[in-house]
């Protein structure tokens, strides 16, 4: 006898459900998971949060979202909202994908103060590098991959911290 759609679904939540508690029952003495910087880890969590992606787009409709892998924001008009859309996005994370959020990661906040996310600081207005990054960028920066470091410069730097660049530039081709 096949087993039905439900079957497999009852299985594969289940199966889930005993590796997710076995986790939580773990000490982690031992690394688990792929390294974040894995491009398996990066396609898998594509995969697996396609179905999130969907359910917040089309079924919560909502128009400012934003994911990198398993980060995400999403930006709305209010608190209130915010608040109704956490709680809805967290009960479809536990239940049908059996992911949790973090909790120094789960905050609501303006977006006056400024989101740090994926190394950047994003205003309504403007983006501008994290400190740690811009220094990382400059310490980084030679005659292989200007290419790279200038486009992530002149797409989220102001003309001060650019034209700095530029001259950090020309100081690497000097020599």
């Known amino acids: 006898m096949a087993a039905s759609g439900s079957d497999r679904e009852l299985h594969h939540k289940s199966w889930f459900s005993e590796q997710r508690e076995r986790e939580r029952e773990s000490t ?76 120094r990661n789960d905050v609501i906040f303006p977006c006056r103060e400024g989101l740090k996310f994926l190394g950047c600081v994003i205003y309504p207005n403007n983006r501008m590098l994290k400190k740690r990054v811009w220094k990382r960028v400059l310490g980084r920066t030679v005659r292989n991959n200007i290419a790279s470091y200038s486009g992530l410069v002149r797409a989220h730097c102001d003309e001060e ?7 950090h530039v020309l100081n690497i081709l000097d020599e």
């Open 28 to 103: 982690f003495e031992s690394p688990r998971g792929i390294a974040i910087g894995n491009v398996t880890s990066q396609i898998f969590s594509n995969i697996y949060l396609n179905e999130f992606d969907r359910y917040v787009k089309h079924t919560l409709r909502i128009k400012k979202y934003l994911r990198y892998g398993d980060d995400f924001v999403i930006f709305v008009d209010n608190r209130e909202q915010a608040v109704k859309y956490r709680a809805l996005m967290k009960q479809f994370l536990d239940e049908r994908l059996l992911l949790t959020l973090h909790a």
């Open 161 to 167: 911290k650019t034209r700095h660049f530029d001259w």
